[in-house]
């Protein structure tokens, strides 16, 4: 059948099982634009292209698909950088594509042009400049496998307006052919059966669960692990409901804000089991530092990212979910009591520092947080952004739903909350979305609340307002002599700026409006901002200053301790 | 546990990196190097003997651990075929360098005994120079121009390493 390169793109969407796109249109999209009516794909018109890009991942995060996103050539194609970069960073399987100037034009500074491949070589997996419309097809392809494939991640394909325009025979490619790229799905059994001896033979165990875990859709083989051989599970800022979190056997997020007991139980730990986590430093703080009594386990689909950090004792290349199925019988059933009690020791000791901000009567994030997961059961998709809100939200909200928490861990970009929201929520319909998100980062992409509005989505947002950027207030406050410099923030009425985008706006001054405001929020088909006057200097705690061990933190000031 | 600040167990590595022909590859694989903070000495690139397959030499100066990173994200371009440490290997390393060296009447015959040892050539002369060609390991092409330097250097190009092991390429270090 022929056709032209627009109607080439869009046939390959749909064959790859897209059914949403995120996007702005532009001068050298206009040909690609002009065909979607066509097909049977809904596109979210965006008001920025970093916006678009941060849907696009945000629903990739949510449904576990490649998600889309579109842009114009130059400025358009450039403001997809942040997003791009942010959906790399995290292991988000995205697909970018981008209107280029016509072939002939290329390379002459051009209206709108910019070396867009060139730009993202970087920042993507890999990356297409398509020229010529018979290549449209096999470069679409490959871009959607690469991308949700190996270590999943972001793809961008550029194609100049005269390939859109182009017609030729289409023929969708059944196969790619990529001699340089055959990613290892499954562990190689003799490294299986020595790690399942590691683990059998170990006393203090802890599995460490990254974002390796959520993407390879194994939560209930990382759970049934756990419970067989009795090991207590930590998860990184992006591993959080790779186990639900009311399971007792889940000891929290470690690192730089873990908890006290979490962070201890890793130092503590005789063996280190890691699911796909790359051992970042927000992680390990100083590599030197890290788990200095523990052998490790390393397993991880990308081999690169094995040893990168941190020595490892036992490497296995392959799919999160592969090596667990392959663990599962040759992991006995233990009972590990000791090793439990003396961790349920620590966690009893932490949970009595939390007694301060229960006992507060001032409006703290902590009581909004907590409430939210009540009332919400845990089992909202959770969307936060960076900083302070992130944090807060992390410590406290039980996310019991597998893939419930969408939030910027490796690039941490502040921004990234709402427009992830807007993917989640298109990818997820039938499902609670909440976003967490602070004063500073609203504001970098606060034009999508139109977005929400055109397009119906149901969005609460719980904006922790607390006139700063909080989390580097935080530093200045304890590491930098209190000197706020560039920290204060002079915000709009948010809840009247929600109002004027025709969303329901709610300004909650004191805690016991904190439960009304919420479950009304829950309760409205629509969208709803609520707008919480949060303690201002309130800071994150624990807190591992840099360059100590994780459990050299400072930690939640008790009852009867002067707060920092 | 630290990786990265384990810097003894450095010296000079030599890559051989197979790629796709494709355009920005030979971009893609300087940028890795650049962005990854690797310490790159030289990189020569070329056809190879299969047909849109080009082949890189690179000489890193890096330790185990750095090597093994350098390969790994090496495969992790999607263009990359084939990454293979030589360093220990049994292998045939030359470089090409062409010199023009200030060449007067009074010096020329100097220049050509000079040149002659090293079994080099002269492959131009000119009224007040002569340009030299030698093929050889580094620190043949590093004497040839340290003996030339006296008499003036007007120009110097070198290619960097190619390698190749002698015999056939064994399974070692081969992913």
């Not at chain 1, 793109?9 to 532009?26: A, H, P």
């Not at chain 1, 009311?246 to 063996?271: C, F, I, K, R």
Request: with cysteine.
């Amino acid at each position: 059948m022929r056709m032209n390169g627009a109607q080439i793109i869009w046939e390959c969407l749909v064959r790859e099982g897209v059914d949403t796109v995120f996007g702005i249109t532009g001068g050298k999209v206009i040909p690609l634009y002009h065909e979607l009516p066509g097909f049977p794909i809904h596109h979210v018109t965006m008001r920025h292209e970093q916006a678009a890009a941060h849907a696009a991942d945000g629903y990739a995060r949510a449904t576990g698909k490649v998600g889309v996103c579109v842009a114009t050539s130059g400025p358009g194609a450039t403001n997809l950088v942040t997003g791009i970069a942010t959906a790399q960073m995290d292991s988000s399987p995205i697909v970018a594509i981008t209107g280029q100037v016509a072939s002939a034009d290329l390379g002459t500074d051009a209206f709108q042009e910019v070396d867009i491949t060139g730009i993202t070589m970087p920042i993507t997996k890999h990356n297409y400049l398509v020229t010529n419309v018979t290549d449209l097809a096999q470069a679409l392809r490959e871009a959607f496998h690469i991308a949700r494939s190996g270590h999943p991640g972001a793809v961008l394909v550029d194609v100049t307006v005269d390939a859109q325009m182009g017609v030729t025979e289409f023929v969708y490619p059944e196969d790619v052919n990529l001699p340089g790229y055959k990613p290892h799905t499954t562990g190689n059994p003799r490294q299986i059966a020595q790690a399942a001896e590691m683990i059998n033979a170990a006393s203090r165990p802890i599995i460490m669960a990254g974002r390796g875990v959520v993407v390879a859709g194994a939560g209930q083989e990382l759970t049934a692990l756990a419970e067989k051989a009795r090991i207590p599970v930590v998860t990184t800022l992006l591993g959080k409901s790779a186990i639900a979190e009311s399971n007792p056997l889940y000891l929290g997020m470690g690192g730089m804000h873990g908890e006290g007991y979490t962070n201890m139980a890793l130092q503590s730990a005789d063996l280190i089991v890691n699911f796909g986590a790359r051992f970042d430093d927000r992680f390990t703080s100083t590599a030197q530092t890290f788990a200095p009594r523990a052998r490790v386990i390393h397993v991880d689909i990308d081999p690169a990212e094995i040893a990168k950090r941190i020595r490892v004792d036992m490497p296995i290349v392959g799919d999160a979910l592969n090596v667990l199925r392959q663990l599962l019988p040759l992991v006995q059933e233990a009972d590990r009591g000791e090793w439990m009690s003396t961790i349920d020791h620590w966690r009893q000791e932490t949970g009595e520092r939390s007694q301060r901000w229960e006992q507060s009567e001032e409006l703290v994030p902590q009581h909004i947080i907590r409430s939210l997961s009540e009332i919400t059961h845990g089992e909202a998709i959770m969307v936060s952004d960076v900083g302070q809100n992130q944090m807060w939200e992390a410590q406290y909200y039980t996310h019991n739903r597998f893939r419930g928490l969408i939030s910027s861990g490796g690039l941490g970009t502040m921004g990234f909350g709402l427009p992830a929201s807007i993917g989640a929520k298109m990818g997820c319909r039938d499902v609670p979305v909440w976003l967490v998100v602070g004063d500073g980062g609203i504001q970098m992409t606060i034009q999508e609340l139109a977005t929400i509005r055109q397009e119906g989505l149901p969005i609460k947002i719980a904006l922790l307002n607390n006139g700063y950027l909080g989390m580097v207030r935080q530093w200045q406050e304890l590491f930098y002599d209190k000197n706020y410099c560039g920290t204060p923030l002079l915000g709009p009425e948010f809840a009247r700026l929600a109002e004027a985008y025709g969303i329901a706006g709610i300004t909650v001054h004191s805690k016991d409006d904190v439960v009304p405001a919420l479950k009304h929020a829950a309760e409205v088909d629509g969208p709803v901002l609520i707008d919480f006057r949060i303690e201002q200097e309130h800071n994150v705690f624990p807190i591992v200053p840099v360059g100590r061990a994780i459990d050299d933190m400072i930690r939640r000031p008790r009852t009867d301790e002067q707060p920092r | 546990m630290s990786l990265a600040q384990n810097h003894d167990n450095y010296s000079r590595r030599t890559l051989v990196v197979l790629m796709e022909d494709r355009p920005g590859v030979l971009s893609n694989v300087s940028n890795l190097f650049r962005r990854r903070n690797y310490n790159i000495e030289s990189l020569t690139v070329g056809h190879s003997e299969t047909p849109d397959i080009s082949r890189m030499t690179v000489v890193v100066y890096a330790s185990d651990a750095v090597l093994e990173q350098v390969s790994k994200q090496l495969y992790k371009l999607i263009n990359v075929t084939k990454v293979i440490d030589i360093t220990d290997d049994d292998a045939v390393i030359r470089e090409l360098a062409l010199i023009r060296v200030h060449a007067v009447s009074a010096s020329r015959a100097e220049i050509k005994q000079l040149v002659d040892i090293f079994r080099a050539q002269i492959i131009d002369v000119a009224h007040d120079s002569m340009t030299i060609e030698i093929t050889g390991t580094e620190d043949k092409v590093d004497s040839l121009i340290e003996i030339l330097r006296p008499f003036g250097i007007k120009e110097l190009t070198r290619t960097g390493r190619v390698a190749m092991v002698r015999g056939a390429l064994q399974g070692a270090s081969r992913r």
